[in-house]
């Protein structure tokens, strides 16, 4: 079970749009659609921000959403605002009751 | 309010056991797969366990499996986790975590805050 490659960090300035990749195989990524993202704030509990590939939980703004091509799934940002700013992370179902998440993503709104 | 709330955590020698727990409110703990989710200080996510809504599958990342052990009690609306054989590399935060799904895998839509769990002689 080898993790999901993310991108160590991203960056725009407030207003921009951001694009997080999440790379992984065909046994897991590219093999279902049941791709997370995770928001996580320092010293804070992740919080479920796309399910599903592109699902929005109620109470996640529109400016996120999520998408998924092959093996390779994405979080964009759009409109980026201050309080954007913090760790990313995905995850994805990896075969026989496992799941696996990527390294994480630091996004810095400029 | 659905909520999740962790314990059981500690300082705890190497070669040692713990057990965790996990009380959940406010939502029907029955209808959903549970998970563990454990933090390396500094580091990343890392999937420990999940079990399904009746126990009737669970699955373990490498890293843990034949030490820990994963197990819910639904009278009580309660999620464990024991750990056996406890190394340093085991130092962590543990998240507990409810599926949106019954069956393992769909992802967690509700985290608790967290138990931490320091393995050190």
């Known amino acids: 079970q080898s993790a999901l490659t993310q991108p160590p960090s991203a960056s725009g300035s407030p207003g921009q749009s951001v694009t997080i990749s999440c790379t992984g195989t065909g046994t897991d990524v590219g093999g279902y659609n049941y791709v997370s993202w995770f928001q996580q704030h320092p010293g804070r509990a992740p919080k479920l921000m796309i399910y599903?590939?592109?699902e929005r939980p109620s109470g996640v703004p529109d400016r996120f959403s999520g998408s998924k091509s092959g093996n390779t799934a994405s979080l964009t940002v759009s409109g980026l605002q201050a309080e954007d700013e913090a760790d990313y992370y995905c995850s994805s179902y990896a075969e026989t009751n496992h799941l696996v998440f990527g390294g994480g993503t630091k996004l810095t709104v400029l | 309010e659905v909520k999740l709330v962790e314990s059981g955590g500690g300082l705890v020698q190497p070669g040692r056991s713990l057990r965790l727990s996990c009380a959940a409110s406010g939502f029907t703990f029955d209808d959903y797969a549970m998970h563990w989710v454990r933090q390396r200080p500094g580091k990343g996510l890392e999937w420990v366990s999940g079990?399904?809504?009746?126990?009737?599958?669970?699955g373990y990342a490498d890293s843990v499996k034949g030490r820990f052990t994963i197990s819910r009690d639904n009278a009580k609306n309660s999620l464990y986790l024991q750990m056996n054989s406890l190394r340093a590399e085991d130092t962590a935060l543990y998240y507990c975590a409810k599926d949106f799904r019954s069956s393992i895998g769909g992802g967690m839509d509700v985290w608790g805050q967290g138990t931490t769990v320091t393995v050190s002689s």
């Open positions: 599903e590939v592109s």
């Open positions: 079990i399904s809504w009746n126990s009737g599958d669970t």
